[in-house]
């Protein structure tokens, strides 16, 4: 009981600051919701071979939220021809406006499309189902989530950003954080938890030195995404790039390793109690035996799911049957989901044989001592 008190205490104090977390300030840009109610397609005009006007429309979007809530505004949405910074919009259409103020005159211009109630939609959706389908253990788990959001967002990603901190401590200090909290709550404090952590931790050793040599290895630049080109170019210069590249390799494969660990731990404690005289060479056999059948089946979730994130890119390679099969491999953007994949998969590979060891050797020592 006074476990599920403290559970809820928890889980109620980390729900507490998720509004902070979900909501960040922006202190030099005033957003405010609002509707679309006209918007009218208009064509580049010129003027003596002189663009005047670009392609884009005229948009009329009443406020919906904070002191102008109901005024009517018009906006000019200007197209720049590129896909991914357009945000063409239609008559109904949700908002966020963009408010800027100077020398006493408003403007405003559309910001993004308002997606946060279909979010939310998710995201209790994700709840109910959690909560309904594994009752204490859904709370339990959204604890987890909760918590460990709060650790990624308000002490790992600021640290990030420090000029001169070794990254790589870093993120294996926060991988071995939210591992022993996922531990905890899941499994409760006792010898199973621990056992479950050895493997955890060893398989995320595992992970982190095949990461940080593949890095190295194969010249992996970090830079194979638009959000890790604006970051190194214009937020945070002094950044270690190759440092992100590790975290984000790290942290990917963290949720598969704890959950291998967890599972070949669990049917090592239910095989003692049902065979308590087992040697520990015995039980260290079984717990293999239960990791191979997982091992296939979550090397696969991996790796798929590093693909489903890379499918784009895959796409573009197959669009282009001409290029040779050396350069499909050599891509920088190719190699860098190459590289998270095996090696998130080995780092899993090897939480098996570490859990099912240091398992096998506490319930041996359990036994002694009773």
């Known amino acids: 009981m006074r476990n599920k008190i403290f559970c809820l205490a928890l889980l109620f104090c980390v729900l507490w600051q998720l509004p902070a977390l979900a909501a960040p300030a922006l202190p030099t840009e005033d957003l405010q919701h609002g509707v679309v109610r ?9 003027e003596n071979n002189k663009l005047v006007l670009k392609k884009g429309q005229m948009v009329q979007v009443e406020i919906t939220t904070g002191p102008e809530s109901g005024k009517t505004v018009e906006v000019y949405n200007a197209f720049s021809g590129q896909t991914q910074f357009d945000i063409p919009v239609h008559t109904g259409d949700k908002v966020l406006l963009s408010v800027e103020e100077f020398q006493g005159k408003r403007s405003y211009h559309i910001s993004d499309y308002d997606r946060s109630l279909f979010q939310y939609v998710l995201l209790g959706l994700f709840v109910l189902s959690l909560v309904l389908l594994a009752g204490w253990v859904g709370v339990k788990s959204l604890g987890v989530i909760g918590i460990t959001l709060y650790l990624l967002w308000a002490w790992l990603v600021p640290n990030l950003l420090l000029p001169g901190v070794n990254i790589y401590l870093l993120v294996i200090g926060f991988c071995i954080a939210a591992g022993a909290i996922t ?32 890095i190295d290895w194969l010249y992996l630049t970090g830079m194979e995404t638009e959000e890790a080109v604006a970051l190194k170019l214009h937020f945070a210069k002094q950044i270690d790039i190759h440092g992100i590249l590790f975290a ?9 390793v704890i ?12 095989m003692d109690k049902a065979c308590p005289e087992l040697s520990w060479q015995e039980l260290f056999k079984s717990g293999m035996n239960v990791g191979k059948d997982i091992m296939g089946a979550m090397s696969n979730t991996l790796i798929l799911a590093y693909l489903g994130t890379g499918l784009p890119l895959l796409l573009v390679v197959a669009a282009q049957p001409k290029l040779l099969v050396e350069k499909v491999i050599n891509f920088n953007g190719v190699v860098t989901e190459f590289a998270r994949a095996m090696t998130g998969s080995v780092g ?15 319930l041996r020592w359990r036994h002694r001592g009773d």
């Open 183 to 214: 531990l905890l709550f899941v499994s409760g404090w006792n010898l199973k938890s621990l056992a479950a952590f050895f493997g955890t931790l060893g398989g995320v050793l595992v992970a982190a030195l095949l990461s940080w040599g593949a």
């Open 38 to 46: 006209q918007a009218v397609d208009l064509q580049p005009t010129g």
């Open 259 to 270: 959950d291998v660990a967890v599972s070949v731990a669990s049917a090592q404690w239910e």
């Open 248 to 256: 984000g390799m790290i942290i990917g494969a963290l949720g598969a």
């Open 348 to 362: 899993l590979i090897w939480a098996i044989p570490l859990t099912a060891l240091a398992s096998a050797l506490l």
